[in-house]
């Protein structure tokens, strides 16, 4: 190999500390060089260097700052509840504590981030370097010299040398995830056996949903589809949106001749029978019927109930079945419920089988 491969353009050798370039043959440029090095001032006057300590340390406290912000934030300038600075559930309440707890979380990220700059422009070493080509793979003493990269690493950020600003580092990295912590206190109690129970109980009758008006089973034609709601779930009752939402069913007649599940027809009343309209999926709503293959598809994800046969999933990525209503009819001949889903509607979930 030539042993000039490396000079310069005008035969001159690379100054320390700065790469060679390529052969003229190669393309080559003369070597501009590296700008003459400026020691900070902080690598020259130990005041300016505690100075820059101390700036560090005041930023990681800001973050803590930040943290307690939105802390206190999240507990007193909520959107419906306690809100120092607007009227309770007011749109001024939800702006006031977007605001500041969005403040107090930007602020208690940002001044990490900040501290961390800093700490690296002005205490960290400030050397430029050159690392010189070598083959793929380091020799022996190059893969030993890389294990203690690391522990040269906390040596020359001053890490040992600097408690104040490990302390405020440590304080403010540790109060961040108390601001995550915090919400998770104000998640309520545990659902218990909610999941497990809807509106509906026995002798209530099926209404139809857009207006509420009770439902014969003479109304009911074949190959029909109704979406319907218990009848004394109003707007009165508490929880009503959630209560809806778990009650929502469908109503569809078929052919008892064409019926395969003989526990489900004896769930209905000549045919007439009644699933939960939330897909045990995703809990999407399962709205679309198919009068001459009597499937119920849901359109998120395209799961396919078969009616006849317990409403069964016989395609897509539902595993439950449509949980089926007990009906029967009353004395005035409106179709009313014998009691509660026998099962959850709805997606799976971890105790789908405990006791209710």
């Given at each position: ?49 505690r ?58 990220v ?9 700490w ?26 890389a294990?203690?990269?690391i ?36 998640l309520g ?64 007649r ?71 209503l ?21 997606p ?9």
């Open positions: 190999m030539n042993e000039h491969m490396n000079d310069n353009l005008d035969g001159s050798s690379p100054a320390r500390g700065v790469s060679a370039i390529a052969p003229k043959e190669g393309g080559g440029f003369p070597n501009p060089g590296l700008a003459p090095h400026v020691h900070r001032q902080a690598d020259s006057d130990k005041r300016a260097e100075r820059a300590e101390r700036v560090v340390a005041g930023l990681f406290l800001l973050s803590v700052l930040g943290t307690a912000v939105f802390i206190a934030a999240y507990f007193l300038v909520t959107p419906t509840g306690t809100n120092i600075f607007a009227e309770e559930g007011s749109t001024r309440a939800v702006w006031w504590s977007n605001l500041v707890t969005g403040l107090g979380l930007a602020i208690a940002f001044f990490i981030g900040a501290a961390a700059v800093h690296a422009k002005t205490l960290m070493p400030d050397e430029e370097m050159v690392e010189e080509r070598h083959t793929m793979r380091g020799t022996d003493e190059t893969r030993q010299a294990a203690s990269i522990t040269d690493g906390l040596q020359e950020s001053g890490i040992g040398r600097r408690p104040l600003i490990v302390t405020t580092m440590v304080a403010a990295l540790a109060a961040l995830p108390i601001a995550v912590l915090a919400p998770l206190s104000t109690p545990l659902p218990g056996n909610k999941l497990h129970h809807t509106f509906w109980k026995a002798g209530m009758r099926l209404a139809r949903d857009h207006d509420g008006t009770p439902i014969r089973a003479a109304d009911v034609a074949m190959n029909s589809i109704f979406h319907v709601m218990p009848e004394d779930l109003t707007e009165e009752t508490e929880h009503f949106l959630e209560e809806r939402a778990k009650a929502a069913a469908v109503i569809i078929i052919d008892p001749a064409l019926g395969k599940n003989e526990e489900s027809l004896a769930n209905g009343h000549q045919g007439i029978l009644v699933f939960s309209k939330i897909c045990t999926h995703v809990g999407c709503p399962v709205a679309l019927y198919e009068q001459q293959t009597h499937h119920m598809l849901c359109p998120c994800h395209q799961s396919t109930f078969d009616v006849t046969d317990g409403a069964k999933v016989i395609f897509g990525p539902a595993h439950r079945p449509l949980p089926q007990p009906i029967e009819v009353d004395a005035e001949g409106y179709l009313v419920a014998t009691g509660d889903f026998p099962e959850p509607i709805g799976s979930f971890w105790d789908i089988h405990k006791d209710k």
